[in-house]
């Protein structure tokens, strides 16, 4: 611009001069100066216009195209007043709009060419279905108890720590046999929670007066002679989407964290009713978005400067570190199998409408899913048996003819492995007489992530849709996430929701199709598997198999470690086929065994200068 303005001024400076010249100038010799001064003006102003040109015509083109954007900000704006949804201020919009066009109309355009080239509606239906019926079931199981495993000769460990580490069936053998009782077990993991939650942020709420009072009932019908199972006096913890009776239900977030809701949700009594103690409310991410919650963000136990991953982050990190013995958590689509991975322990994604969900905050009422963090499959399966079966209140859930896996003859099952596949697990099976062979799933389908985005994000729309409207979203934990897919969720349109349901119909025929095994070996947290797993409704049982050196570990060495996982797949309703084969693999490995060393870094680790700095221990010397 600068080198345009002197141009300018040498133009007119040399005009003034040639007039100047010419009023000097006697007549004869004007027509000698005129010609070669005309061909200099002419050569100066074509130089100037095409100067003039180059400059201006970009920032036209740039001021012509901002204005053009102001204006479809404002349209759109504009328009939304007619979808009711006219309470976003320009910047909102202007995101709304540019989140539209990167994310929601490639996917418009790959569901309506999946589905909906062809009209009437007779290919390719929604899966979406709705019970009419009006009767009311008595949610009871309706199918046979599980055989489990009878231990004998289990003794009590002389340290908390060792105690704290067994699995269920082995604290169910020592309650059984009166070497603890549920009190003391109970106050053991109380204690342990409180020692270590200021470092993992994993605890919401201690349900204390309650965990006591169900121990000594435990305790008591145990001296009257019932038992109620190998839960009878398992203290455990609920993600707090869970509702429980006289304690806060926060669902994760700062707007609803001193909410109660007096409702016993189906999944607790269960677990009341199988004789468990619940001891602690456990850290969901806000409204079940990772791992960030109103009071901080919860850490891996295995290596404690890295973050647990997943909305279920308290369930997993608790359990990992041997701070319950068991926890619930919660899936939408990632949520049970990223934290277990990370924190490197057994857990159960079941298959959908396995668990019943009333009383249970919901994002997606055709996604959501409830499922065990354990140490160990078979601790998957004794858990997954006592909350299973029809909810009366939740029509999705149903009596799933789960088969026992505890009798399942492996020798008889033919399973594939991925090219992602932890080869170890691969080998063990084989060496146990599993038939295996390499496997792909083949399907047509490319928006499989659109099609769960779109599921999803309608879906918890509608269910905090007075949540956006009010504004409450602008105090959310982290503004991109729920804020910015749940304001992009405005520009779905009806029939785009239903076209993406009729490719999700597709996606589950085909996988359908190509799923000729009993299960598939894979990699748990590949987001294309996670999102096809969660949209057709398959289980999948996470598992350890080996540890792995930090990235870019302290010159002095350390302690901490990376888990590696992998995931064991079966169709819909064979869960028992993927926990058989967890149970037999860990049968012959010892990975799931490990104890993170939350408190024993090593001596050179930078993070705390000597162990004892990292812990503070609550009430003790």
Known sequence: MCQLKTIGVLFVCGLVAVIACFASTPPRELTVLVEPVKGHLYGMVSRYH?????????????????????????????????????????????????????????????????????????HNPSVLVFDSSWGIGDGSHGVPKFNYPHLSGVTRPDTEDDIAFMTILELGALIKTKQITSSELTAIFLRRLKRYDHVLQAVITYTEELAYSQAKMADELLDQGVYLGPLHGIPYGLKDLVAVPGYRTTWGSKTFKDQVIDTEAWIYKRLKEAGSVLIAKLVTGSLAYDDIWFGGRTRNPWNIEEYSTGSSAGSAATTSAGLVPFAIGSETCGSITYPAARCGITALRPTFGTVGRSGVMS????????????????????VIDAIRGADPEDLSSRHVPLDDPFSVDIKKLTVGYLEDAEMEVVHVLSSMGVEVV?????????????????????????????????????????????????????????????????????????????????AFIGNATDW??????????????????????????????????????????????????????????????????????????????????RPNDLITVHGES
């Not at 928006?447 to 849709?465: A, G, K, P, W, Y």
């Not at 999948?540 to 302290?554: R, Y």
């Open 50 to 122: 095409k100067f003039w040109k180059d400059i201006k015509e970009p920032s036209l083109v740039v001021e012509s195209k901002r204005r053009e954007k102001d204006s479809d900000v404002l349209a759109l704006k504009d328009a939304l007043k007619y979808l009711d949804v006219d309470f976003f201020n320009e910047s909102k919009v202007r995101e709304i709009a540019e989140g539209a066009k990167k994310f929601n109309i490639p996917g418009f355009k790959e569901n309506r060419k999946l589905v909906a080239s062809v009209d009437g509606g007779l």
């Open 363 to 382: 994002l997606s009422e055709s996604l959501d899913k409830l499922g065990p963090f354990c140490r160990s499959a078979v601790d998957c399966a004794i």
């Open 528 to 609: 294309e598997k996670v999102c096809l797993g969660n949209l057709v409704g398959m289980p999948v049982v996470v598992v350890p198999t080996s540890f792995k050196s930090i990235e870019n570990p302290p010159k002095g060495g350390t302690n901490r470690r990376t888990t590696v996982t992998t995931g064991i797949y079966a169709p819909p309703d064979k869960d028992y086929i993927a926990l058989a084969l967890a149970m037999a693999y860990q049968s012959a490995t010892n990975h799931h065994l490990q104890r993170p060393p939350i408190d024993d870094l090593g001596p050179n680790d930078p993070i705390t200068g």
């Open 438 to 518: 390499p496997f792909k799933l083949n399907y047509s389908i490319k928006s499989v992530q659109q099609i769960l985005n779109f599921t999803m994000d309608v879906d918890v729309l509608s269910h905090f849709d007075k949540w956006q409207r009010t504004g409450l979203d602008d105090e959310y934990e982290v503004q991109d996430q729920w804020p910015f897919e749940l304001r992009r969720a405005r520009l779905i349109p009806a029939v785009d929701y239903v076209q993406a349901q009729r490719a999700r119909g597709k996606l589950i025929r085909e996988v359908h199709e190509s799923f000729t095994v009993d």
